[in-house]
């Protein structure tokens, strides 16, 4: 009897035992379903319409990119292109005060404004220069060679003086300029090209509000005076002047509003890039407004702008044919301006 009922009693305790463990793994499993379940809610809120990511990558234009640099053929041409990058890269090595060619420019580089050698997208890149020279420039009312774009950045931006065509060091950055735009079609416009544009605003750009801009995020770089920061070597800037004697004088593309302010809103401070700008489409007019205000060198430009009707809205200039003052040309608002 007292063994049948000690039986009794092991059975129940097994059977609670493993009652018990049918409980547990019952619970477990609803908790954990119901943590999954939330994870995925928690991962994808509310959206049923989810895109496969692949869909998303072939909606974008690709950016231009520069042609391989196994392209580069052997021989005297690859010389030549190589020879070109350098001078675009180190102007100043070469052709600056303390050249080891010429002393034909201010010290800046080409580079400094045509951002890893003229190939960043949106840094003002040369993508579309080999597709588009010789082309008719309303500027020196003209049909402008290469040679001659070329040697309006010497001219202006560097504030020299251009190299000879002729020349080793004109034909090596003409050769590395075409390298660089050979897979461009004539007429493409890649995507990335050149500078992008920033907002018009509805008020004139502010220079007090830019100094501000400037001495927040550009003077640690730049300077107190704009004077930048020579390299220990003294040959080759560090970072390039942004005004004063050494910097590009005031018939640069940079001098007119909407270049700087689209230069500087995708660029810097730097180490920007186009899709991750710092600067507010007010900051970048009115540290334009601020920066080229200052005093930097001048150069005689009244034979450009033959037809007065082609000056660009911003063009700081006179004379125009319109009735806005020079003021507003230079500093806007240019809404309600031709373009
Ligand atoms: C201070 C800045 C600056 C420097 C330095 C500079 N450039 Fe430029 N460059 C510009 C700007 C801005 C433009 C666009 C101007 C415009 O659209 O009006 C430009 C345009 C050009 C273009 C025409 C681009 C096109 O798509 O039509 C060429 C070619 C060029 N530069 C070559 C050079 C070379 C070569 C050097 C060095 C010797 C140089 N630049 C130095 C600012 C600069
Ligand atoms: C971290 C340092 C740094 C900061 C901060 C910085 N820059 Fe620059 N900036 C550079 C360097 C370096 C270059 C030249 C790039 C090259 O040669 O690759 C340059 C080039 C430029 C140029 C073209 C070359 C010239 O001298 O005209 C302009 C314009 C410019 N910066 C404006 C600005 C403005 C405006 C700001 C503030 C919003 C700014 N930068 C902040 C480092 C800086």
Redesign the pocket.
């Known amino acids: 009897m007292e063994h049948n009922d000690r039986k009794t009693q092991h059975y129940k305790r097994t059977i609670f035992k493993l009652f018990a463990c049918l409980f547990m793994l019952v619970m477990l499993i609803g908790f954990e379903t119901f943590f999954v379940c939330c994870h995925t809610l928690w991962r994808q809120p509310g959206n049923t319409n989810r895109q496969p990511v692949t869909s998303i990558s072939t909606a974008i234009t690709p950016l231009w990119q520069p042609p391989a640099v196994t392209t580069i053929p052997a021989g005297e041409k690859g010389t030549a292109i190589l020879y070109g990058q350098a001078l675009i890269a180190a102007t100043a090595r070469y052709l600056g005060p303390k050249g080891s060619v010429l002393h034909i420019s201010n010290g800046?580089?080409c580079?400094?404004?045509h951002?890893?050698a003229g190939t960043k997208p949106f840094g003002n890149n040369y993508s579309l220069v080999a597709a588009s020279y010789p082309k008719f420039r309303a500027r020196s009312n003209s049909s402008e060679s290469l040679n001659k774009r070329i040697s309006d950045c010497f001219e202006r931006s560097l504030n020299g003086i251009a190299p000879d065509s002729t020349s080793k060091e004109m034909m090596a950055i003409k050769a590395y300029i075409e390298w660089l735009g050979s897979e461009v079609k004539k007429g493409e416009q890649p995507e990335g090209a050149g500078i992008k544009k920033v907002a018009l605003l509805s008020r004139p750009a502010d220079m007090d509000k830019g100094h501000k801009?400037?001495t927040q995020?550009?003077q640690?770089?730049?300077g107190a005076s704009g004077e930048?920061v020579l390299h220990t070597d003294g040959t080759v800037?560090?970072?390039?002047?942004?005004w004063g004697p050494n910097?590009?004088n005031d018939a640069a593309g940079?001098y007119r509003l909407s270049n700087?302010a689209g230069?500087?809103k995708y660029?810097?401070?730097?180490?920007v890039d186009y899709d991750s700008p710092?600067?507010t489409d007010e900051?970048a007019w009115d540290?334009?407004a601020f920066?080229n205000s200052q005093p930097r060198p001048h150069k005689d430009q009244s034979a450009d702008w033959h037809d007065i009707k082609q000056k660009p809205a911003d063009f700081p200039f006179g004379p125009y044919a319109d009735n806005f003052s020079e003021n507003q040309h230079k500093y806007g608002p240019y809404k309600t301006m031709q373009p």
């Open positions: 800046m580089n580079q400094n404004c951002l890893r801009v400037y995020q550009c640690s770089c730049h930048g800037y560090t970072y390039p002047p942004l910097s590009y940079l700087f230069y500087v660029n810097m401070p730097f180490g710092k600067l900051e540290v334009a920066i």
